[in-house]
T-cell receptor, first 113, second 118 residues
Framework: DAKTTQPPSMDCAEGRAANLPCNHS???????VYWYRQIHSQGPQYIIH???NNETNEMASLIITEDRKSSTLILPHATLRDTAVYYC??????????????FGTGTRLQVTL | GAVVSQHPSWVICKSGTSVKIECRSL??????MFWYRQFPKQSLMLMAT?????????EQGVEKDKFLINHASLTLSTLTVTSAHPEDSSFYIC??????????????FGEGSRLTVL
């Protein structure tokens, strides 16, 4: 039970912003939204996470709606190397417990020339 | 970010043999490690959670006697696939979580180990 819904695939032109949506309508108050990506035949790579405020780092921005039922990962200037499967995951924010990551099917982002 | 290393990155073995995969946290102490399995074109499936110094907790449907997990130190967990068969061929990925320091609470993943059983 992945608790999130993502489109199976998306295309994006190189240099453009890639906006990847995620629905998590059953998210609870102590659950964070995490984004990971997996490039073919590699382990998942952490991108960003947030609770309720928008977050930005060197890789991406995370926009979380006010009701927290959905979020959008934004890659501001997509490159060919951003082609990967992107996973949106909700996870218990209590780091005192062995809170595991449950992966859904993710969104396969294809960046094209 | 913190570094998690897996070894070997790929292995080919004969049916019936056992294969050990190592997962090391290189620059932090990992109190908890997770083992995942990924079949082609599918998502990662959690197999088990291991805590240093205690028995692993297996997910439903994962045979604990077939997939032996040992987490004997704060930087090393091993997964042994016993009596491997072709259907065990998969991409095995570990992740590690630390407490304190730069790896507080976050999960970092290894590069994965591809097992092919002939």
């Amino acid at each position: 039970d992945a608790k999130t819904t993502q489109p199976p695939s998306m295309d994006c032109a190189e240099g453009r912003a890639a906006n990847l949506p995620c629905n998590h309508s059953t998210i609870s108050g102590n659950e964070y939204v995490y984004w990971y990506r997996q490039i073919h035949s590699q382990g998942p790579q952490y991108i960003i996470h947030g609770l309720k405020n928008n977050e930005t780092n060197e890789m991406a921005s995370l926009i979380i709606t006010e009701d927290r039922k959905s979020s959008t990962l934004i890659l501001p200037h997509a490159t060919l190397r951003d082609t990967a499967v992107y996973y949106c995951i909700v996870r218990d924010g209590n780091t005192g417990t062995a809170s595991k990551l449950t992966f859904g099917t993710g969104t396969r982002l294809q960046v094209t020339l | 970010g913190a570094v998690v290393s897996q070894h070997p990155s790929w292995v080919i073995c004969k049916s019936g043999t056992s294969v050990k995969i190592e997962c090391r946290s290189l620059d932090f102490q990992a109190t908890t490690m997770f083992w995942y399995r990924q079949f082609p074109k599918q998502s990662l499936m959690l197999m088990a959670t291991s805590n240093e110094g205690s028995k692993a907790t297996y997910e439903q449907g994962v045979e604990k006697d077939k997939f032996l997990i040992n987490h004997a130190s704060l930087t090393l967990s091993t997964l042994t696939v016993t009596s491997a068969h072709p259907e065990d061929s998969s991409f095995y990925i570990c992740s590690a979580r630390g407490l304190g320091g730069r790896a507080t609470g976050e999960l970092f993943f290894g590069e994965g180990s591809r097992l092919t059983v002939l």
